[in-house]
């Protein structure tokens, strides 16, 4: 079975743009790709989510390349509260399972 | 006026005890999940239920058992538990049977058990 890999872990300063990339080569053909925030003590939130080019909402934006095997997560301007983990969520392949990647923690420094 | 609200948000138990939590949804939805979190903060899928047939049912111990005994009700029996059941249990709800639709799951606040 395919994975989902996004890095482990990320260092940023207020005010900067951050970028998760994602990694799921073995991509559903069908699927969507939805990222997801996780604030300590809380269930995963839902932030944005994609098919192909790029999505923005007010939070975020998601660039999804041509052949869909990675995608890549912005967040403007970060601030403190910006700290959580963050994961990827797509379809693999023709199992119709949505597998989530191993989140990354982002921590936001002053 | 919590969307999807499980129940308890800690428990603590002795090996081989049988625990319940319980898990309940006022967004509407049809389809309600049962996910694990371990220590690195995997997340992994136990159970799917649609409209309370079992659509999803992972590689899971036979010692855990979910019921739904309505569509915004889905709860999870442990029997016999371990120490490796040691966990964040979250359960989610989604609009549509995968999860794939607009805005995917919505996520309860979790359940951390700790089993000692």
């Known amino acids: 079975l395919a994975k989902t890999t996004q890095p482990i872990s990320m260092d940023s300063y207020e005010g900067q743009e951050v970028n998760i990339t994602c990694s799921h080569n073995n991509i559903a053909t069908n699927d969507y790709i939805t990222w997801y925030q996780q604030f300590p003590s809380q269930g995963p939130r839902f932030i944005i989510q994609g098919y192909k080019t790029k999505v923005t909402n007010e939070v975020a934006s998601l660039f999804i390349p041509a052949d869909r095997k990675s995608s890549t997560l912005s967040l403007p301007r970060v601030s403190l509260s910006d700290t959580a983990v963050y994961y990827c969520?797509?379809?693999?392949?023709?199992?119709?399972?949505?597998?989530f990647g191993q989140g990354t923690t982002l921590q936001v420094k002053p | 006026d919590t969307a999807v609200s499980q129940t308890p948000k800690y428990l603590v138990t002795q090996m081989g005890n049988d625990k319940s939590i319980k898990c309940e949804q006022n967004?509407?939805?049809?389809?309600m999940y049962w996910y694990k979190q371990d220590s690195k903060k995997f997340l992994k899928i136990m159970f799917s239920y649609n409209n309370k047939e079992l659509i999803i049912n992972e590689t899971v111990p036979n010692r855990f058992s979910p019921k739904s005994p309505d569509k915004a009700h889905l709860n999870l029996h442990i029997n016999s538990l371990e120490l490796g059941d040691s966990a964040v249990y979250f359960c989610a709800s989604s609009q549509d049977r995968g999860g794939k639709g607009n805005y995917g799951y919505t996520f309860g606040s979790g359940t951390r058990l700790t089993v000692v």
């Open positions: 969520l797509v379809g693999v392949g023709n199992t119709g399972k949505l597998i």
């Open positions: 967004l509407g939805h049809d389809t």
